[in-house]
C-alpha cells in the first residue's frame, strides 16, 4: 500500500482527536480523558434533547407506534439477554426520534458526536442497558404528550448518565489510574 493514503487516513483520525502527531515520533493514539469523556456525553446530550423536543413537537402517530413497538422489541431483547439486538434496537429508538425532530442538519451534528465511540460500546456500560428500560418509555410519554421541555430533560439526563456509567466502569478498569501510575513512575 502507498504511504499517501495511509497518511491521509492518520491526518483524518488526527482532525478527529484519535491520534496526535509527535515530533520525531510519528503518530500515536491520542490519551483518552475522564474530560473528554464528559465533553462528548455532554455534547451528546444536549443535541439529542434538542431533537427529543422537536421531536415532541413534530411527532406523528405512526412514529409514535414506532416507537412503541421499539420498546416491546427492547423488552423482549433485555429478556433474552440479546446484546447485539439490544444495541441495535437501542440505537433504532434514538434514530426514530431524531427522524421526529425533522431536522436532519441537528440529527448530522449529532451523528458526527456519537462516532466517537462506537455503537456496540453503550450496551457495555454498566446501567445503561437498565436505564434505557425505565428511560426510553418516559421519552416516548413526554412525546406522546407533546411535551417537548419534559423529553428534553428525560433525554439529556439519560444520555449524561450514560456518560458517568461509563466513566465509572473505566475507572473501575483501572483506566486512569495505570496511566497515573506510568507517569509518576517516568
Do not use: C
Request: a negative charge; charged letters at 25%; glycine letters at 6%.
Amino acid at each position: 500500500m502507498s504511504n499517501t493514503p495511509v497518511r491521509e487516513g492518520l491526518l483524518t483520525l488526527q482532525s478527529e482527536g484519535f491520534v496526535r502527531l509527535v515530533p520525531h515520533h510519528g503518530f500515536v493514539v491520542a490519551p483518552f480523558t475522564q474530560r473528554d469523556i464528559r465533553d462528548l456525553f455532554w455534547a451528546q446530550a444536549q443535541l439529542a434533547g434538542e431533537l427529543a423536543a422537536r421531536a415532541a413537537e413534530n411527532r406523528t402517530d405512526e412514529q409514535l407506534d414506532r416507537l412503541a413497538a421499539n420498546l416491546e422489541r427492547y423488552d423482549q431483547a433485555v429478556a433474552n439477554s440479546d446484546s447485539e439486538q439490544i444495541t441495535i434496537i437501542g440505537h433504532l429508538f434514538h434514530r426514530e426520534v431524531n427522524l421526529a425532530a425533522g431536522s436532519r442538519r441537528l440529527a448530522l451534528l449529532l451523528a458526527s458526536v456519537v462516532k466517537h465511540l462506537p455503537n456496540r460500546f453503550y450496551t457495555t456500560i454498566e446501567g445503561q442497558v437498565k436505564g434505557a428500560h425505565f428511560e426510553h418509555p418516559m421519552i416516548l410519554t413526554a412525546l406522546r404528550k407533546r411535551d417537548a421541555r419534559q423529553a428534553r430533560l428525560l433525554m439529556e439526563q439519560h444520555i449524561l448518565e450514560g456518560g458517568e456509567h461509563l466513566i465509572a466502569r473505566l475507572e473501575d478498569q483501572g483506566l486512569w489510574t495505570e496511566k497515573a501510575e506510568d507517569a509518576s513512575a517516568s
